[in-house]
């Protein structure tokens, strides 16, 4: 049987046909006979050999028991130890996070120290940001996002790639990589803060398995969500060709309730449903052809948003209530297609990469405070409608592992967007009224190539020398109702440079040095409008790309017999041309402004006491700051947005037998500090908001049944309301500040069966 990068499931050994094991024994007779001792001198010589023997068996047993297991990433698009990778690499097992009763992004990495998820709407409408690099609200994202070896996502800046971080952790994954850094050398443009690595299984041609799932839970004060899931994997041909077909369906119970016109409990329920489809076809041991379709719809009937007053930062109308005229659906599509082949030429791998995704995404917004709750409306909503089609292409040549290591690659992106906004009111007798509506179609096309290079001096040093040369055309345009019609293009180019130099402390640590760059592209800028519609005068008509250099101190050592595993890292990042939101008229547009400077720190610590206990922690210290001037947020040493000073986390857990069976109990600790959600500055998008500090705990406990696995969890068990994120963009119009808060005290279980 061809070997897998990751199977799921347990590999095992093919059993010692019972022929050979008599043609041992019958030889070990034969030994014994023609041996210069009686028979009863051998049996208690034997008797001792082979208790010696199983002393050592239960010996190495034990010592396998008591080390932490061996971690491989994919981070350098290469299969490697992630001890061996020079950059902060985290992964998050898919057994981890059924464990905490992970179902969306904010559950599964939003507790890890220096990372933020920002998600102001809900499921599927997330920021994600690393290391502070931030303003607070963004139009192009700053942490890239990939399934295996495809980009998700919009690189520009005109269907909202910046807060539509994809969910997919019920998606038949393996496990998920975060890269801490710029990444810009192998994953492009966006991944200048890190990169959120979806891993998912590969089809198994070697045996038929599958595994059904089934799980409840209860929010205090909600309503009852369930989820389901099933995977099924099928050899077509024994060592050749498999397919695996993995389903789920999760229901959202809500706890959100609403006051006004729209009143209602349990306002932000809904649903989330996703299929996968991935054959994996190896006609030979040097070639390999992977073809895999996703599809994932969530649907909720409101937004998550809670009414916050921003001065004395309290519940406008009370424990996790907003107001509403109406209610605020929104549906999110997400449709992506892939195919991997690759060609073992025994010089290099070669693979070729192709996909095709469409997003869509629907909002309904209660916009009836904005104009001023007008009594001849009953409501006025503001309908959003976007719309993606990308495609990408990518041809990679990666050398065997060597003296000297390179890798060479051809990446082109083609995305066609668009966003249809529809502003309409109920009238107060009868009747519609469309306000106002427009359409902002967009283009993107990059081509880029990329490649680094690696020599290994010797068993213990190594340095890396990489680049990445991109450039992108892009086209926006507004066609509107009152007439808008604008149509703007902008190209710019960029290079990125990464260099790491590692050095190995012996087998088991390593220290490195990381310089690497990242970038995030311009684009045209629509006409910025006044009260009455007209464009106001000397608007910018684009905005330029924006750039940093990040440097990296870190460590990482499997120590005290590989029972402790420590990775720490010192960074410092400069970020100069800022993207960043400016309010002009009734218009926001995109420009460049000022710089910043991060500092950090980061620890990450596991430990194996024995076969019992384990422990866990991380920290980081952020601390970004402008260095220059951003006329919209503020002098050198204002904070950026979003990011804590210090966050940490503190896991337990405990493994024991219960009745014949393996169990575990698990407690997690996570805090994070105050962050900004806005700035002082004055006339400035996001106004100033003080999010407090938090802490949060979360305990699990789960029971291994054979074939079964039952695991329980609670989520917030103390029933905290921590402030996760908070929107003061619309509090410039008098409106409350916009507060998600984290989930209330949930329980639940998940019952899952193996086969």
């Given amino acids: 049987m061809r070997p897998s990068t990751h199977r799921a499931g347990k590999s095992t050994a093919p059993a010692a046909p019972a022929l050979s ?67 902060r ?126 799980g409840v839970r209860s929010t205090q004060g909600g ?119 690759e060609y073992d030429f025994g010089w290099a791998r070669f693979n070729a990469i192709a996909s095709t995704q469409r997003f869509n995404s629907g909002t309904g917004q209660d916009a009836t405070p904005l104009l001023g709750n007008n009594p001849a409306f009953d409501y006025v909503v503001l309908d959003n409608a976007i719309s993606l089609r990308k495609q990408t292409q990518e041809l990679r040549l990666t050398s065997p592992r060597g003296t000297v290591e390179w890798l060479l690659g051809y990446y082109r992106d083609k995305e066609v967007g668009r966003v249809g906004q529809l502003l309409w009111a109920k009238l107060a007798g009868a009747g519609n009224m469309d306000l106002q509506s427009n359409g902002q179609p967009s283009q993107y096309r990059e081509q880029a190539f990329y490649g680094d290079l690696t020599w290994n001096f010797n068993s213990a040093w190594s340095l890396t020398l990489g680049a990445r040369v991109a450039r992108n055309q892009q086209v926006y345009g507004i066609e509107g109702s009152p007439p808008l019609d604008f149509v703007g293009t902008s190209e710019d180019s960029s290079t990125t440079y990464l260099g790491t130099l590692r050095y190995a402390l012996d087998k088991q640590s390593n220290v490195y040095f990381r310089a690497a760059s990242g970038y995030r592209p311009g684009g045209p800028n629509p006409p910025a ?94 601390d970004p700051t402008l260095s220059k001037e951003a006329p919209d947020l503020g002098p050198p040493g204002t904070r950026l947005a979003n990011t804590a000073k210090l966050a940490y986390t503190l896991g337990l857990r405990y493994a024991f037998p219960l009745a014949g069976h393996e169990s575990y109990a698990g407690l997690n600790v996570r805090h994070v500090g105050q962050r900004n959600a806005g700035y002082d500055m004055p006339g400035t998008s996001l106004p100033q908001f003080s999010q407090p500090a938090y802490t949060l705990v979360d305990a699990q406990w789960g029971l291994d049944l054979g074939g079964w696995q039952l695991s329980t969890f609670v989520r917030n068990l103390t029933n905290k309301r921590a402030i996760l994120s908070a929107n003061s963009a619309l509090t410039a119009f008098g409106l409350p500040l916009n507060a998600t808060v984290a989930t209330p005290r949930t329980v639940g279980a998940n019952l899952s069966f193996s086969f």
């Fill in 529 to 622: 409008l006044d009260g009455s519609l007209q464009p106001i005068p000397n608007t910018p008509r684009s905005f330029g790309p924006d750039t940093l250099w990040s440097y990296e101190l870190g460590y990482k050592g499997d120590l005290l017999d590989k029972r402790l595993n420590v990775e720490a890292a010192l960074y410092d990042i400069r970020w100069s041309g800022l993207q960043q939101p400016k309010a002009l008229g009734i218009s926001t547009i995109v420009v460049n402004a000022g710089e910043a400077h991060v500092r950090g720190a980061e620890l990450s610590v596991r430990y194996k006491v024995d076969e019992h206990w384990n422990l866990n922690g991380g920290l980081a210290y952020t």
């Fill in 89 to 214: 690499v985290e992964t998050l097992s898919v057994e981890n996070l059924e464990r905490m009763g992970a179902v969306s992004l904010t559950d599964s990495i939003g507790s890890l120290p220096g990372v933020d998820v920002k998600a102001d709407a809900g499921p599927g409408r997330g920021t994600v940001t690393m290391r502070g690099v931030s303003v607070g609200e963004q139009h192009i994202a700053t942490v890239g996002v990939y399934v295996d070896e495809v980009a998700f996502g919009s690189s520009s800046a005109f269907v909202f790639g910046g807060s539509t971080a994809l969910e997919m952790s019920l998606l038949d994954l393996h496990h998920i990589e975060l890269l801490r850094g710029p990444q810009g050398t192998l994953y492009g443009a966006g991944a200048m803060g890190g990169l959120l690595k979806y891993v998912t299984n590969e089809p198994d041609s070697s045996r038929f398995s599958g595994k059904v799932g089934l």
């Fill in 223 to 341: 309503g009852v969500g369930h989820t389901e899931n099933m995977v099924l994997n099928v050899p077509l041909s024994q060592d050749v060709a498999a397919i695996r077909v993995a389903a789920f369906n999760d229901h959202e119970g809500g706890y959100i309730k609403a006051v006004g016109k729209a009143a209602g409990e349990h306002v932000n329920d809904g649903d989330t449903r996703g299929a996968r489809v991935s054959v994996l076809i190896e006609p030979t041991t040097k070639m390999k052809l992977r073809l895999s379709a996703a599809s994932q719809e969530i649907q909720r009937n409101s937004l998550n948003g809670i009414d916050y007053d921003i001065t004395s930062g309290q519940p406008v109308y009370g424990d996790l209530t907003r107001t509403l005229a109406t209610l605020e659906p929104y549906t999110t599509k997400t449709r992506l297609t892939s195919a991997d082949f």
């Fill in 21 to 87: 094991r008599l043609a041992i024994l019958v030889a070990a007779g034969l030994a014994t006979l023609s041996a210069p001792v009686s028979h009863a001198q051998a049996q208690p010589a034997q008797a001792a050999k082979a208790a010696e023997g199983q002393d050592k068996t239960k010996e190495a047993a034990a010592e396998k028991r008591e080390q932490l297991d061996t971690v491989s990433v994919f981070a350098t698009r290469r299969r490697e130890p992630v001890r061996d990778v020079p950059l």
